[in-house]
């Protein structure tokens, strides 16, 4: 009773402090616009000087309470409403609440209380407490998945020295919130979505989903035909590996890669950068693709910052109405205390220095056929096979890659980086990578996936463009396998 009590006082206050600072932007918003009008009067010159000093310790007070810049627009009171109410929604109350070292909160969140399980398809549904069946390949097997569930005091963040994996160096620190502390057993690590999140966002109603894509760019037909999902327009470009389609190969139950950790620089406030690994299943020219993502991405405009993060995002309805980011609608299913989607990863490579580079893998467990995340040696969470319809029995492909958005920006190409910011030809510690590309197989076993299995595609190469390789001490577990270098600066000579 005692937290139940805690936990509404400390949401009313942020309520509070959340209406504070859009009601007074509201105000300083009308203010200025009367500032500025020619035909004042110099009693009301002075009466909106009066306004302004009242007002102005408020939006400091405001200001200094979030530590957050000021936007260029305000808020109506109709808005504001449906921001809090929003809020309302997918904040849910903390066992416990740590503050990290880059801005974040990390709420603490019971399990059952998690704004995942909230979607309608999910009803009654109880979270899966059997370990799921990892994949295994050969003689090497994935850690047990409960000590992983339980923490276990693993790492998941790797600092590569050469560009073989034989000096490599295991990290304790790749979350950034880890500094503040720890949630507690029983709790999942949510990142708390704030006023300034979505008031960034062009809509609350498509608060967290990507664009929908709805025209086609222009590429080499054959590949159009195999890797449609990535040829889509609004601006998006990228740089990525991907296998044939099921009808030139057996079905997919999964995949596997290491992912190169950069901060590329974004010229768009709402532009974004990132490098993810696609599950992807159904009709690419319909509404019915179903998609699982999982990387890493820089988003000003979602978070706030330019620091990479782990997202994760799904649709079964091709980006239309279903599925966002991380946990900001119902769907996914985190377990995990220790991961939360969504923070900074910390540290991450430099030209010519270390480099650090995370594995994801994303699986459908044959017992359950729910589709999960780990990170590194960490079970995250899943997705529950009722949210797809094609992907409820197994993918079609897989992609790995980069991509950002070119809103061409005063009619020149974006300057948005990709991977690095450097092209694939520079190499180890200069281009970004994926490396040890691997897919999951109706036996639920890791198979690395031949180099001539795999395509590549940049739309535009003279702005990011990508190179595959092999290296033969992959089978031993010592080398890359199949892997490759990809990214780019944007615009350039050779890019206008």
């Known amino acids: 009773m005692q937290q139940h009590t805690a936990d509404s006082s400390r949401k009313k206050k942020r309520r509070r402090r959340n209406w504070l600072l859009l009601s007074t932007r509201s105000a300083a918003q009308e203010e200025g616009q009367g500032e500025g009008q020619c035909c004042c009067s110099q009693s009301q010159s002075q009466s909106q000087g009066h306004k302004l000093m009242i007002m102005s310790p408020l939006l400091v007070l405001a200001l200094l309470i979030l530590a957050a810049p000021p936007l260029a627009f305000a808020a109506s009171p109709r808005r504001m409403a449906r921001i809090q109410s929003h809020l309302d929604r997918i904040n849910k109350p903390a066992v416990r609440s740590i503050r990290s070292a880059d801005g974040d909160t990390i709420d603490c969140v019971a399990a059952q209380s998690q704004h995942g399980l909230e979607h309608p398809l999910l009803e009654g549904h109880a979270i899966q407490t059997e370990p799921p069946e990892v994949p295994r390949r050969g003689a090497f097997r994935f850690p047990a998945a409960a000590a992983a569930a339980a923490g276990g005091g693993a790492t998941n963040l790797t600092k590569t020295t050469t560009n073989s994996n034989n000096n490599n160096e295991r990290l304790g620190a790749w979350q950034t919130w880890h500094h503040g502390g720890h949630c507690p057993r029983g709790t999942v690590a949510i990142r708390r979505t704030t006023a300034e999140d979505m008031l960034r966002a062009r809509s609350v109603a498509r608060f967290g989903r990507k664009k929908k894509k709805n025209s086609k760019r222009s590429v080499d037909a054959a590949r159009a035909a195999n890797a449609p999902d990535v040829v889509s327009g609004n601006g998006h470009e990228h740089a990525i590996a991907y296998t044939a389609p099921s009808s030139q190969q057996q079905p997919v139950y999964g995949a596997k890669a290491t992912i190169n950790v950069w901060d590329p620089a974004i010229q768009e406030s709402n532009g974004f950068s990132l490098s993810q690994l696609w599950i992807l299943s159904g009709s690419f020219n319909g509404s019915d693709l179903n998609s699982i993502e999982a990387g890493w991405q820089v988003s000003p405009e979602l978070y706030g910052d330019s620091r990479p993060r782990l997202f994760t995002y799904w649709t079964s309805d091709a980006y239309e109405a279903t599925g966002c980011y991380n946990a900001l609608c119902p769907g996914f299913v985190q377990t995990s205390s220790r991961i939360a989607i969504g923070a900074s990863i910390s540290p991450v490579s430099s030209p010519g220095g270390a480099q650090y580079d995370m594995t994801l893998l994303v699986w459908k467990d044959p017992k359950l056929g729910n589709w999960w995340l780990s990170y590194g040696d960490q079970l995250v969470g899943y997705w529950p096979a009722q949210l797809f319809t094609h992907l409820s029995d197994h993918a079609t492909m897989v992609e790995w890659g980069g991509e950002v958005v070119d809103t061409r920006p005063a009619g020149v190409h974006t300057a948005t980086q990709m991977g690095s910011g450097r092209f694939a030809a520079e190499g180890f510690a200069r281009a970004s990578y994926f490396r040890n590309l691997e897919t ?57």
């Open 440 to 496: 999951v197989d109706a036996d639920n076993s890791l198979a690395e996936v031949p180099l001539d299995a795999i395509q590549t595609l940049a739309e535009n190469a003279a702005c990011y463009d990508i190179r595959k390789a092999y290296d033969d001490a992959g089978h031993s577990g010592a080398g890359w396998g199949t892997h490759f270098y990809y990214g780019g600066p944007g615009h350039n000579p050779a890019c206008p």
